[in-house]
């Protein structure tokens, strides 16, 4: 099996006669560039996997013993170079397959030459069981998926996973999937999934805590007398009696009608906007007229209600 | 009883013991971290516990195992990159609006 040969000394940046102190150096430098807890969502994925060639890299220079077999191989090769190993390497006692995943965070290059990881001996090749990396994305949910719950099939770095979202969740939660992360090396544990909830607007209700906002725009005279009207919440349309006197502005109470919390809900307010007929029919604009000549108010001041 | 791990139960809240192991420390440990106030229990709930602060505790042991930093240095780190994952995405929205 051929695989690409890897310049750890150019991985490291530093040259083939660094001192044990210099390779220290210059792995902390670049682990604290590359860590993937230290990049923006966007470039982690990247990250990880740089920083897997830079611990691989130290593993190797920063252990005599595996330094000098990498450097016995000659200092003609480059990295990307088709590579056999010399005869004699320990080729992977139990893994023959070339599967890169089970060896994970170190490359087939390393296991070509200082062996792979076999249960429980610790003959050379990987060591230390190494936790899969954590998975993080956003779940964008619509006001039913919250009002509701329910089932979602998700793509996560290529992978399907089905998730059930609890009633009630909120904008900005986290979900955990425990263990659907990263597979782990070495017997570590894998990784977890974090969703992060993104609740995508609604065209007629807006999200306050636990209450849900809608608009309710009422013609002058119903907004003046009251009205029985109907008016649509999540649940259905319901009838609401808007009261005699009511203000732009006004939030009425519908209750219970709200997102869910706990074994509650909160409410549902339809906030009242007064609205005007732009091109009144003949018979309301003399309503109108009669209205402003009865009116106690003056029709030269503002309202003063 | 089933082992079908599909379709997973999302968690939102963990208790103590459910964070500790999340974590992969110890309980006593994980109480001692809320203690020194380096995790933090939600709001009127002591053992109430966002999966969002076991993403963040996983990551502070991560950058503490990995770069040797401490916790409460590595509870800073955590807390700066928030921001600036805040400040990002706040900045791609207002160039989506044609401020820059």
Same mark, same amino acid.
């Given at each position: 099996?051929?695989? @690409?040969?890897?310049?750890?000394?150019?991985?490291?940046?530093?040259?083939?006669?660094? =001192?044990?102190?210099?390779? @220290?150096?210059?792995?902390? &430098?670049?682990?604290?560039?590359?860590?993937?807890?230290?990049?923006?969502?966007?470039?982690?994925?990247?990250?990880?996997?740089?920083?897997?060639?830079?611990?691989?890299?130290?593993?190797?220079?920063?252990?005599?013993?595996?330094?000098? @077999?990498?450097?016995?191989?000659?200092?003609?090769? @480059?990295?990307?170079?088709?590579?056999?190993?010399?005869?004699?390497?320990?080729?992977?006692?139990?893994?023959?397959?070339?599967?890169?995943?089970?060896?994970?965070?170190?490359?087939?290059?390393?296991? =070509?030459?200082?062996?792979?990881?076999?249960?429980?001996?610790?003959?050379?090749?990987?060591?230390?069981?190494?936790?899969?990396?954590?998975?993080?994305?956003?779940?964008?949910?619509?006001?039913?998926?919250?009002?509701?719950?329910?089932?979602?099939?998700?793509?996560?770095?290529?992978?399907?996973?089905?998730?059930?979202?609890?009633?009630?969740?909120?904008?900005?939660?986290?979900?955990?999937?425990?263990?659907?992360? =990263?597979?782990?090396?070495?017997?570590?544990?894998?990784?977890?999934?974090?969703?992060?909830?993104?609740?995508?607007?609604?065209?007629?209700?807006?999200?306050?805590?636990?209450?849900?906002?809608?608009?309710?725009?009422?013609?002058?005279? &119903?907004?003046?007398?009251?009205?029985?009207?109907?008016?649509?919440?999540?649940?259905?349309?319901?009838?609401?009696?808007?009261?005699?006197?009511? &203000?732009?502005?006004?939030?009425?109470?519908?209750?219970?009608?709200?997102?869910?919390?706990?074994?509650?809900?909160?409410?549902?307010?339809?906030?009242?906007?007064?609205?005007?007929?732009?091109?009144?029919?003949?018979?309301?604009?003399?309503?109108?007229?009669?209205?402003?000549?009865?009116? =106690?108010?003056?029709?030269?001041?503002?309202?003063?209600? | 009883?089933?082992?079908?791990?599909?379709?997973?139960?999302?968690? *939102?809240?963990?208790?103590?013991?459910?964070?500790?192991?999340?974590?992969?420390?110890?309980?006593?440990? /994980?109480?001692?971290?809320?203690?020194?106030?380096? *995790?933090?229990?939600?709001?009127?709930?002591?053992?109430?516990?966002?999966? /969002?602060?076991?993403?963040?505790?996983?990551?502070?042991?991560?950058?503490?195992?990995?770069?040797? *930093?401490?916790?409460?240095?590595?509870?800073?780190?955590?807390?700066?990159?928030?921001?600036?994952?805040?400040?990002?995405?706040?900045?791609?929205?207002?160039?989506?609006?044609?401020?820059?």
């Amino acid at each position: 099996m051929a695989v @690409k040969f890897r310049d750890y000394y150019e991985v490291l940046g530093v040259p083939r006669t660094a =001192s044990a102190d210099e390779i @220290k150096r210059a792995y902390r &430098q670049l682990a604290r560039k590359h860590h993937p807890d230290l990049q923006p969502a966007s470039e982690r994925a990247r990250a990880a996997e740089r920083f897997k060639e830079i611990n691989e890299a130290n593993e190797v220079l920063s252990d005599p013993d595996k330094r000098a @077999k990498y450097d016995a191989l000659g200092a003609d090769w @480059k990295g990307g170079m088709d590579f056999t190993p010399p005869p004699g390497a320990p080729r992977g006692p139990t893994v023959t397959t070339g599967d890169w995943e089970d060896i994970g965070d170190f490359s087939d290059f390393f296991a =070509s030459i200082f062996g792979r990881p076999t249960g429980g001996t610790r003959r050379g090749g990987v060591r230390v069981p190494v936790p899969g990396n954590d998975i993080e994305g956003e779940l964008p949910l619509t006001l039913d998926d919250v009002l509701h719950g329910g089932q979602r099939r998700i793509t996560l770095d290529g992978r399907s996973l089905d998730v059930t979202i609890p009633r009630g969740i909120r904008d900005g939660a986290t979900l955990r999937l425990a263990g659907q992360g =990263s597979r782990g090396v070495n017997g570590g544990p894998p990784g977890d999934v974090y969703l992060h909830v993104r609740l995508a607007p609604h065209p007629r209700y807006r999200v306050v805590g636990d209450d849900l906002e809608t608009d309710l725009p009422l013609w002058p005279w &119903q907004a003046v007398l009251g009205a029985d009207v109907r008016v649509d919440t999540p649940d259905g349309p319901v009838t609401l009696t808007v009261p005699p006197g009511t &203000q732009s502005g006004a939030r009425l109470r519908l209750r219970g009608r709200g997102l869910p919390r706990g074994d509650a809900r909160g409410d549902l307010y339809a906030v009242v906007r007064v609205v005007v007929p732009t091109r009144p029919s003949a018979a309301e604009r003399e309503a109108y007229e009669t209205l402003r000549r009865v009116a =106690s108010a003056p029709a030269d001041r503002p309202a003063t209600p | 009883m089933s082992v079908t791990p599909m379709p997973r139960q999302a968690e *939102v809240y963990l208790s103590l013991r459910d964070l500790a192991l999340a974590c992969g420390i110890s309980t006593t440990h /994980a109480a001692l971290l809320v203690r020194l106030g380096l *995790v933090e229990p939600e709001p009127d709930a002591p053992d109430c516990f966002s999966s /969002a602060t076991a993403l963040r505790l996983r990551r502070m042991l991560r950058l503490r195992g990995d770069l040797g *930093v401490n916790l409460a240095g590595a509870a800073i780190i955590v807390d700066l990159m928030e921001r600036l994952e805040r400040l990002d995405a706040e900045l791609t929205r207002l160039r989506g609006q044609g401020w820059t």
